[in-house]
């Protein structure tokens, strides 16, 4: 099992930005880029967990249409992280992240970090 540990949630007013970052800790470096499949989810109070944004090994991203244009997933295998780089914020981003590593045989989630988004 891999242990993700995720930082850089708070309150922010609306407009403003935070940079979600995600460290698989205790795991070597082959290990995290085994872990193809790297993404991360939200959840907002109430509802479901959703797919906010994905990186693949070769750095292609993919965006749920509600953040394209002002989030940005990246990756630095040299740290073993993955960030989350959140702009132009709304009150409608406020939610719990997770941050999301695995492949076909491992499923790993961080314990979340909370954004809140208000004046």
């Known amino acids: 099992q891999v242990n993700l540990v995720e930082s850089g949630g708070g309150l922010v007013q609306p407009g403003g930005s935070l940079r979600l970052s995600c460290v698989a800790s205790r795991s070597i470096l082959s290990t995290f880029i085994s872990l193809t499949n790297k993404a991360w989810y939200r959840q907002a109070p109430g509802e479901q967990r959703e797919l906010v944004a994905t990186i693949t090994n070769d750095g292609s991203t993919n965006y749920a249409d509600s953040v394209k244009d002002r989030f940005t997933i990246s990756k630095d295998n040299s740290r073993k992280t993955i960030y989350l780089q959140m702009n132009s914020l709304k009150p409608e981003d406020t939610a719990v992240y997770y941050c999301?590593?695995?492949?076909?045989?491992?499923?790993?989630w961080g314990r979340g970090t909370q954004v809140t988004v208000s004046s």
């Open positions: 999301y590593m695995g492949d076909r045989n491992t499923n790993n």
